[in-house]
């Protein structure tokens, strides 16, 4: 099994609790933590105010003069000893993001594929033949967290943090992969755009991608990139869901 | 009624307690960076949202009518149509008169509330405004000069300025406690001593997101990538050039660099109210003296904030204290 043999329970002040499945990006691990975050979405105990379920750990956002963390962890064991934590979700959907590398799209591509000894058009090759799972959303509306990205294209994140990064954003850093919907300032790099609208808070449901879904990047040229982009500003979703759903 | 915003510098936005519930699509949470002194201003003008003034000021004028407010934060430079006024206070502004609050000796933020509602959308639960991902408050951006601002129910405050009182408000620290972790372990035991036994200077470079503090770099053990994780406010990372972060209330929801160490919830509004230039501390706390401070501080808020007649002392005090620091005050500026 992957991960770790016990969850380890993780203080991120006294208002929030880190627990912990592995310190890898796994689908395995991923899956215990989705289904943890199921569970006490499902108990709902007085005091707790918030979870996160990220790639590895679930955090859990409490106030400690309702809910003790003492509590906090019995409760959660007994919800791992009661569920399993690894069975399988439904069958997740399948989804093709038309992504553009190329011109001010793919702004970090060259310095990325510089640093990993890639030729930019190599770069690419490896980064669009890949299959990705969504993991989950963080740090920014619609930031999408992919597992999948080809070993050859792992580089660390940037020292410093980049400055914004464009709507779409796809990024890579530190051996990972993202899609990001709002501009933000980030430590990874910029390797193209997609024109899909990930996160749009006055649509219902304002996000479509779920945890467990699985991604491919298919490239388009600028001309195409901007004649999408004009279709996804009107409303129309650009992504093509594959799995005939 | 509405209130006019007559100028405001860059960083005023509205608040309100927050948008819950929505950090697992990666929606930040937002609100107030000082949560007692918002708390404060908020139940004194018995409402839900306040503007929160960064120091680069606001100048308030109201219209269609007169309105209550509330003002309470750092000890900023309160004035009613050139008045000085505590900088904790309730007032009724009528229309024609002239509202200013400017950076003082201390304190980065100030909160003023309204007697009534902001007459605004929710955006995802909440009025609170992100402005870098443009959601809520004014269309999703901060206060500028122009803006009109619509009040329902709105009520008139005490007919003559007071000022307000709380015995936890205004306290100025300069050192602030800590847990340790989640990852500590990714850092060398003197490199912890180092972090708790420095100086800390907050950097220029601090904005809503993050306190970014100067020092001597912090070194990581295996490099500065973790496998990304949830950021609780408070929580201090250690990017890639060993300069930490303090996280704060426009923080990511997650993010993967280190995290050595959480500042505990009740220290966490004097920590924001610190300015870029200021010096800090860490002291290392253990989790049940984290809520023990806790509940002291929800005992503290539970007492309701008072109203009290403005004293000839307290203004000529207030006075002195500003013809004191007058002359350090102004040369800062806000980076967003």
């Not at chain 1, 990006?25 to 933590?33: M, Q």
């Not at chain 1, 007994?78 to 399948?94: S, T, V």
């Amino acid at each position: 099994m992957a991960g770790y043999d016990a969850p380890r329970f993780l203080d991120a002040g006294e208002a929030a609790l880190s627990i912990e499945f592995g310190d890898s990006v796994d689908a395995e691990i991923n899956a215990r933590v989705l289904a943890l975050d199921s569970a006490l979405q499902r108990a709902q105990p007085e005091g707790l105010i918030e979870t996160l379920p990220t790639y590895r750990a679930l955090l859990v956002c409490y106030e400690p003069l309702l809910l003790s963390r003492e509590r906090l962890v019995a409760l959660v064991e007994a919800q791992l000893a009661e569920a399993p934590l690894d069975r399988p979700a439904a069958a997740p959907a399948r989804w093709r993001l038309p992504c553009c590398y190329e011109g001010e799209c793919g702004e970090d591509l060259n310095e990325a594929a510089a640093g990993l000894g890639l030729t930019p058009a190599r770069f690419v090759e490896l980064h669009a033949g890949a299959e990705y799972r969504a993991y989950m959303y963080g740090f920014a509306p619609g930031w999408c967290y992919l597992g999948g990205l080809p070993q050859a294209l792992a580089l660390p994140r940037r020292a410093t943090p980049r400055g914004l990064t464009p709507p779409g954003a796809v990024l890579i850093g530190g051996g990972l992969a993202l899609v990001a919907s709002n501009p933000m300032p980030t430590g990874w790099y910029v390797v193209g755009r997609t024109p899909e609208r990930l996160f749009s808070p006055s649509r219902e449901p304002p996000l479509f991608i779920a945890p467990g879904d699985v991604l491919r990047f298919e490239p388009v040229n600028l001309e195409s990139f901007h004649a999408l982009d004009a279709r996804a500003a009107k409303g129309e979703r650009v992504a093509i869901r594959e799995d005939g759903a | 009624m509405k209130l006019r915003i007559l100028s405001a510098g860059p960083g005023v936005t509205l608040q309100d307690e927050g948008r819950r519930g929505f950090l697992r699509y990666g929606v930040t949470p937002a609100g107030p960076m000082d949560a007692d002194a918002f708390l404060a201003a908020t139940g004194a003008a018995g409402t839900e949202a306040a503007i929160e003034v960064s120091l680069g000021g606001v100048e308030l004028a109201a219209e269609e009518g007169e309105i209550g407010l509330a003002i309470c934060g750092g000890n900023f430079d309160v004035r009613l149509d050139g008045r000085p006024l505590p900088a904790a206070c309730a007032l009724t502004l009528a229309p024609g008169a002239r509202l200013s609050l400017r950076a003082g000796p201390s304190g980065a933020w100030a909160y003023v509330a309204p007697f009534g509602r902001f007459d605004l959308p929710k955006v995802l639960g909440s009025l609170a405004t992100h402005t870098r991902s443009g959601l809520g408050g004014l269309e999703g951006r901060g206060l500028a000069a122009g803006d009109a601002l619509n009040i329902l129910d709105a009520r008139a405050g005490p007919k003559a300025p007071m000022a307000l009182n709380a015995p936890w408000l205004g306290a100025v620290s300069h050192s602030f406690r800590i847990l340790l972790g989640p990852q500590q372990n990714h850092f060398a035991s003197e490199t912890i001593a180092t972090f708790l036994t420095s100086s800390w200077r907050l950097s220029a470079r601090s904005d809503r997101m993050a306190y970014r503090l100067d020092g001597p770099p912090l070194a990581h053990r295996f490099g500065h990538d973790i496998v990304s994780d949830g950021l609780a406010m408070g929580a201090i990372q250690i990017p890639g050039d060993g300069a930490p972060l303090v996280l704060m209330a426009d923080r990511q929801p997650t993010g993967g660099y280190p995290k050595i160490a959480h500042v505990i919830g009740a220290d966490l509004p004097a920590l924001a109210q610190k300015r870029p230039g200021e010096d800090i501390r860490f002291t290392q706390a253990s989790l049940e003296e984290a809520v023990a401070a806790r509940r002291a501080r929800a005992r503290a808020l539970a007492e309701s904030v008072r109203l009290e007649a403005i004293t000839p002392e307290l203004t000529s005090e207030l006075l002195l204290e500003r013809n004191l620091v007058g002359g350090v005050v102004g040369d800062f500026t806000l980076l967003e």
